[in-house]
């Protein structure tokens, strides 16, 4: 077959466009020996399509396999009262585990929340008790530190007067 045709097919096969006599063609072109070697590549795959077709289909498998009347419930005792307090139970069973469930994820979520309101209230009392102390020694510091300027600057005015007094009686 034709190269070019052979890799036409292969585009729309890869792009979801071919038909099924397409496919097939492709199917037999695979099968063959006179391959080209750029498509060499693609042989396993359409031998492995070809051999998955050849095989017995679901409907001839299904239809081969024997269902035990056993195994399926009969209507009539679909209807029974015993089944439908069955089907019952296993609702109520089913919505009393939700909501249990349910509770315990609240639950947990608000002991959660409440540790950590207290342990926010108790990190900011420490915040609060660590910055009035920090305060505190500020404030201790600059007292000192307003006593120690208030010294040295009447020692600058005895100074300047001193400086003063010289000045005005030299100029005289």
Request: glycine content about 2%; hydrophobic content about 40%; aromatic content about 12%.
């Amino acid at each position: 077959m034709d190269f070019k045709y052979i890799k036409n097919l292969l585009d729309k096969y890869w792009a979801g466009e071919s038909s099924l006599e397409e496919e097939a063609t492709l199917r037999n072109y695979f099968q063959g020996d006179d391959i080209a070697p750029e498509l060499k590549s693609f042989q396993p795959m359409f031998q492995f399509f070809t051999a998955a077709s050849e095989t017995e289909s679901e409907q001839d498998v299904l239809s081969q396999m024997d269902f035990e009347e056993d195994n399926i419930i009969p209507l009539a005792s679909r209807n029974s009262p015993f089944y439908i307090f069955k089907r019952i139970a296993a609702i109520l069973i089913l919505a009393v585990s939700s909501f249990w469930a349910y509770q315990m994820v609240t639950f947990d979520n608000d002991v959660q929340a409440h540790q950590l309101d207290t342990f926010e209230e108790a990190e900011a009392e420490e915040a609060y008790r660590t910055t009035q102390a920090a305060l505190q020694l500020i404030s201790a510091k600059l007292n000192k530190g307003k006593s120690s300027a208030a010294a040295g600057i009447s020692k600058v005015r005895v100074m300047d007067g001193i400086f003063n007094n010289k000045k005005n009686s030299s100029s005289k």
